[in-house]
């Protein structure tokens, strides 16, 4: 069984920076840099012929390579129960036109669609009882956090193993996109 998801890498001038920022939370994991990314699409446990299909399914993806900004922080959780902490993502057609074509894919290799509005970010750190003032001083002082734009140039399917310190992503495939003629 594979346990997968389909991402976007980052360019290692974006994980230094978001690295830099990473720490001063007590209460929060933070992300290991090599497992930055921006989720596209989470799949989950699959079996091999499955895996095969999905990788079949987004090969068929042809759409063109395009510019991404990081933006801004958030979290996930309600009322003093955050349990993710995340860099945004500037507005983006594009990314969104790329995201449905993956989804459109996962579905026609034979998976349920999605439930979940696609809300692009990458998740820096998850939190079990955060210090909130921490937190909130952490978002303040880097609320106008910005890296970009940056090339979008492919998109992966990665496969999540457990570690000792937490998940371990490993990029199976990857697959191009379009760059445009100079």
């Known amino acids: 069984m594979f346990r997968l998801f389909v991402g976007l890498g980052l360019p290692d001038g974006v994980i230094a920076r978001l690295n ?9 994991r933070w992300v290991e840099p090599e497992n930055l990314h921006l989720t596209l699409r989470f799949i989950g446990e699959v079996d091999e012929p ?7 399914a987004l090969r068929q993806i042809q759409d ?10 958030g979290t996930f959780g309600k009322h003093g129960k955050e349990h993710t ?16 074509k993956v989804e459109s894919a996962i579905v026609r290799a034979g998976l349920p669609a999605e439930e979940r509005k696609f809300k692009p970010h ?7 009882r ?15 956090f910005q890296a970009g734009p940056f090339q979008v140039e492919n998109f992966t399917l990665y496969e999540s193993a457990p570690g000792n310190g937490g ?11 379009s760059l445009p003629l100079a």
């Open 122 to 128: 990458v998740t820096i750190a998850r939190m079990t």
């Open 20 to 28: 830099i920022m990473c720490s001063g939370i007590p209460g929060a």
């Open 130 to 144: 955060p210090d909130l003032i921490r937190m909130q001083h952490f978002i303040e002082g880097n609320g106008l």
């Open 64 to 73: 063109d390579a395009f510019d991404l900004t990081l933006s801004g922080l």
């Open 167 to 177: 998940p371990v992503y490993t990029a199976l495939e990857d697959y191009a996109l």
């Open 85 to 100: 902490l995340w860099v945004g993502v500037g507005p983006s057609p594009a990314l969104s036109h790329l995201q449905a």
């Open 50 to 56: 499955a895996a095969e299909e999905i990788d079949y």
